[in-house]
């Protein structure tokens, strides 16, 4: 069965609403998807904001999800109206600008977010690499799956710099690769070039680099 991600949506969104309804705030996808760069194991990342959220719900919505063809591939976030509008600030600024609406908008029930918040998620989401990149070396069996996962983070990473810097949302690696200079790009490249590059065989050299790299944004 061949997978076409619109018509995907279309009827995930329909079995949503025949058993959600009114209580649906919103509904957005983000991700590879979104971006335009989806592999054919890339993940279907779906946000789904409900009225509140229980325990059923998630039970409901792991029905819908499991009636789906090509279910293994859907991941994403979920939440109720409240809980998403307490979030932390830091950690809002990926979901908000990486999701396109479906149903609703997403910044109806977030609040707004200011330059600190940002230079925030900037902080953390480094150091929480920066500790990644140091116990995955020291103490996990698959250094590649390690890297593979930090390499990936310093993309999001590298948008919320750059938003920091320019006030601008780049939303997909080659469009950002082409505002990036010195290590920054050479970091977005890694994660760029992942498929042809031999990291198995170097990770020490790719696991010093993005140590180093994550290290100056702390």
């Not at 696991?207 to 994550?214: G, L, Q």
């Amino acid at each position: 069965m061949e997978f076409n991600i619109e018509t995907w949506l279309q009827d995930f969104t329909k079995k949503l609403f025949d058993h959600f309804s009114r209580r649906i705030k919103f509904v957005g996808l983000q991700g590879s998807y979104k971006r335009g760069e989806a592999k054919e194991n890339s993940d279907i990342d779906i946000v789904i904001i409900l009225d509140r959220l229980t325990f059923e719900d998630l039970t409901e919505y792991k029905k819908i999800v499991r009636s789906m063809p090509f279910h293994e591939k859907v991941c994403g976030f979920v939440s109720g109206e409240r809980e998403i509008y307490n979030w932390p600030k830091f950690d809002l600024f990926q979901l908000a600008n990486d999701t396109i609406s479906l149903h609703g908008n997403l910044y109806d029930f977030i609040p707004i977010l200011k330059r600190n918040d940002i230079l925030d998620s900037v902080k953390i989401n480094t150091a929480n690499l920066y500790h990644q990149m140091c116990h995955g070396y020291l103490f996990e069996k698959s250094n590649v799956n390690v890297l593979y996962q930090g390499y990936k983070s310093a993309f999001f990473i590298l948008q919320a710099v750059y938003y920091v810097r320019n006030t601008e949302y780049i939303g997909t690696k080659k469009d950002l690769l082409t505002k990036l200079d010195g290590e920054d790009k050479e970091i977005l490249l890694v994660n760029m070039n992942w498929q042809s590059l031999n990291i198995a065989e170097n990770s020490d050299f790719y696991f010093e680099k993005i140590i180093n790299w994550a290290g100056r944004y702390i």
